[in-house]
């Protein structure tokens, strides 16, 4: 019930194309989802965050959609950049108390020029 | 000041060894976490402090011994480690445990290597 689940494990897009990252999980208790990025070498850095009373939140190129009945979220990444080639997690948990991230399994996203 | 720095950024120790790593903030926040990060893997919470307390200790096995000395440092203490424990060993913070914010900042992070 702790698991978040988080697909594809890797993804090739072209520059200017849409990246598509998928999450699922199974907590009813989770009320807070971010996802963070993270460079080679580098601490996860908070991309962007969502709570489950909104379906979509968007902050310039990155859109994060949230289906509270499937218990699914994904990021969207418009018009993707080279610069954007990095792995991404989603995460999950509680707002309150010690605020415990269930990471999913990542992806590596590579943007070619 | 935004940022949660860590020393040293690097590490190689023999198992005998005893070592450790530094983390320090200065956002006011008052929880603060140890991760531990192998490679193509997400970050795994093995430490929590609240208030300089700790207050979750994901079955971590004792030759990791966590510290805080005070609200703005966190230290992890390292001691006849085996070479499976090789990894990035991340520390974050957020502010209070039980308000709304729940941002978590991470380091850079320790890269560990134990030979």
């Known amino acids: 019930q702790q698991q978040v689940k988080q697909s594809p494990q890797s993804l090739i897009v072209q520059k200017g194309g849409i990246s598509i990252i998928n999450c699922a999980y199974e907590?009813?208790?989770?009320?807070?989802f971010p996802w963070y990025q993270q460079f080679p070498g580098k601490g996860p850095a908070l991309l962007i965050a969502i709570r489950p009373d909104v379906s979509e939140k968007k902050e310039g190129r990155f859109t994060i959609s949230f289906n509270k009945s499937a218990k699914q979220f994904s990021l969207h990444i418009m018009d993707s950049q080279p610069g954007d080639s990095a792995t991404y997690f989603c995460a999950a948990s509680k707002r309150t108390g010690f605020q415990k991230l269930v990471f999913g399994t990542g992806t590596r996203l590579l943007v070619s020029p | 000041d935004t940022e949660v720095t860590q020393t040293p950024k690097h590490l190689v120790m023999g198992m005998t060894n005893k070592k450790s790593l530094k983390c320090e903030q200065h956002m006011g926040h008052r929880a603060m976490y140890w991760y531990k990060q192998k490679a193509k893997k997400p970050p795994e919470l093995m430490f929590v402090y609240s208030y300089e307390k700790l207050s979750i200790n994901e079955s971590v096995p004792s030759r990791f011994s966590p510290e805080c000395p005070n609200s703005s440092l966190l230290n992890l203490h390292l001691h006849a480690l085996q070479p499976e424990d090789s990894a990035l060993y991340l520390c974050a913070s957020s502010q209070s445990p039980g308000l709304e914010l729940t941002e978590q900042f991470f380091g850079p992070g320790t890269r560990l290597t134990v030979l």
């Open positions: 907590n009813t208790a989770f009320d807070y």
